[in-house]
């Protein structure tokens, strides 16, 4: 998550010493990455190494050397990124272009993707909708059982997927507590179309929308709220022009984050709605039946897709801010 | 005018309770109080913030207990100017204006004339994050008063600058305060605040108002123990009545009762200021103490003696300057003779 804490921006001169020993380790990243995909599995481990004593070599009357514990942790901390960044780059480079020109082609994987992206959206909105106004409620009172609203809101990220899309079953299937009644009143139906899809996608999706709402509305002093109100605005007019100006960024944040979520989501669909296809759906059909190198070409061409959207959205929301604290006496 | 009626309140851990408060057109009172005595909460009542729990309050005679603060057009500014940082200066000044009955045109012109009147108009397009602490309170007093609010709040708003520019700052409010014959609450924790502004003074503590008057009267001859201790008149003496006479009675001090009930404590207040200290060889006369100087220490603008007097219960403080003190050579340990005379008042509680 990209919501970055006063106390980094605080302790801002000790980063930039320590700039360049981090960074050396960042530009070797990458190095390190087609290393192991070449599977040069002693070089790949030599390349930090060697890299970084060569910088403390070339470097050995640096005034402010780093603290060993915390060039300790940063290479553990380049282990991991490894271990995160391995299979998705490996992903992309090993899977051949005409392959996924041709999955590209395919009517299939084109209606899935749309169930995916389109249901996603709505999921977003939806959350957005009902989870910012939470989130700002949460930013704002104190009242007894706050706690325990907000360990609803972070529930869904614990419950195991398919639990979830059960339980959301016994609720909005044609059986259901809600949803006997919307099929016999209305004929609507969630077991298996779109909006069922969009029903597990929110479920799964909200803690995000609400939890980084919150904290972008908790880095909006209120007292900024009540001078706009002295000044003549309305409750809403002060949240238009004071609020929601400071926050847009952690509000897009949150909208990003509840997006790519709700794009992951697989194991509640399939219990829930199996049909229309949605993209893991579909990605999960042909690994079953046709085995992970026919998968392939369609796995690397979602996470294309994904990452585009999501890096290019992360670029606009994590543009540098000003973070107002409230600093009352 | 505005005024209290009753009004108690409790948020968070703050709390106002029973204050009744008048302020006139014009007038300028400043609450002080320890922190945490419920100032800001006091304030933000006013402004309408939060509502009280009893009590009303009256704008000009008509009861805005409930009304909200976009309705009441009070100004506010708070000790960190929570200027709207992602406006310029001259945005954020104008940012009222639009709820304001004025053509667009006029906005500007206001903008540009409180601008002047604040000495801000080179950083009418600058952004709030590239502003000194001055500058930022100039701008945010110029944002709530471009609106013409019938009554100004300000929460500390000389706390968080340096002495220099605070003092400047002080006069410039105390020049717009008569200029423009505004009405300011002015809440502070600052003593030298309180006696730069004058005006009327309200002591709050605990959420209580313990005393108010006129700052004269209040540095100097302040109602209770209570706010003669918080104002800095550190000699109080519980005193006994003389038996047939208007007169109280402390060691050697004596000071008539001011028609103040028998049955009550009575306390003698004798402010540091307003003691002379004469060599000890004078002959004696009423409330002319005779004792040692046991300790001397330099405050800068004063020195403050304390002496030990013979019959009387606690040392006396006295405030004087440094010539004083060479030409009585006065050292720890030297005798010495402190004059009240009649500046002391008694305290009845």
Known sequence: MNVESPIDRSAGHRRFNLNQTFTTLLILLPFTCVCFLLRRFVLAALFPVVGFLLLVLARPARRH??????????????????????????????????RILAVVRDKSVDAALGVTLGAAMISTIVALAAGVPLGYVLARERFPGKAIVEGIIDMPVAVPQTIAGIALLFIFGRGGVLGAPLYTHFGAQLSDTLWGIVVAMLFVSTPFVVNLSRDGFMSVDPRMEYVARSLGASPVGACLRVTLPLTWRSLLSAAI????????????????????????????????????AHAKPLAALVLLIVLAIFITLRTVAGARRTVHTRNQT | MIRLEGVSCEWAEFAIRDITLEVRNGDYLTIVGPTGAGKTLLLELILGIH?????????????????PPEKRGIGMVYQDYLLFPHLDVARNMAFGLRYRQTPGNENESRVQRMARLLGIEHLLHRYPATLSGGEKQRVAIGRALVTEPRL????????????????????????????????????????????????????????????????????????????????????VYEAQCIEDSALVQSGPLKAQRDGAEASSRFFIVVHPDEVTLLPSTLEERPNRLRGTASSLTDEGSYVSVVIDVNGLEGAVVVHTNRHTVSLLSLAPGSPVVADVGENLHVVAE
């Open chain 1, 257 to 292: 984050m509840a997006w790519a979520r709700a794009t992951s989501e697989f194991g509640s669909i399939i219990v829930i709605a199996y049909y229309p296809k949605s993209i893991n759906t579909l990605m999960f059909e042909w690994y079953n039946f046709f085995g992970y």
């Open chain 1, 65 to 98: 050397r780093p603290d060993a514990l915390l060039v300790a942790f940063a290479l553990v901390g380049f282990v991991l990124l490894l271990f995160l960044l391995l299979p998705i780059l490996n992903l992309l480079l090993t899977t051949d272009g005409s």
């Open chain 2, 51 to 67: 509502y009280p729990d009893k009590g009303r309050i009256l704008l000009d005679g008509v009861d805005v207990t409930h009304m």
């Open chain 2, 152 to 235: 100004l709040l300000l929460d500390e708003p000389l706390s968080a600058l340096d002495w220099r520019n605070a003092r400047r700052l002080r006069a410039e409010i105390q020049d717009l305060h008569r200029a423009k014959k505004l009405t300011i609450i002015h809440v502070t924790h600052d003593l030298a605040e309180v006696r730069a502004f004058g005006g009327q003074i309200a002591l709050i503590d605990e959420g209580m108002l313990k005393a108010q008057g006129s700052a004269e009267d209040m540095l100097r001859r302040p109602p209770t123990v209570f706010a003669a201790n918080f104002f800095g008149c550190v000699n």
